[in-house]
């Protein structure tokens, strides 16, 4: 998540750390997705 954050493609992302792009666009997306669902939520930890 640090490296898309810091601008670094999904397949730059998938090359560094060994997994297909698919992959890293999934694991974006669920996180993009649980952090809109604790923001709606109030923040709750």
């Known amino acids: 998540m640090l490296l898309?954050?810091?601008?670094?493609?999904g397949a730059d992302i998938a090359e560094i750390t060994g997994v297909t792009s698919d992959a890293v666009a999934?694991?974006?997306?669920r996180f993009k997705a649980m952090l809109t669902r604790r923001f709606a939520e109030g923040g709750a930890a």
Do not use: F, Q, S
Request: proline residues 0%.
């Open 4 to 9: 898309y954050l810091e601008g670094v493609t």
């Open 26 to 29: 999934t694991k974006i997306h």
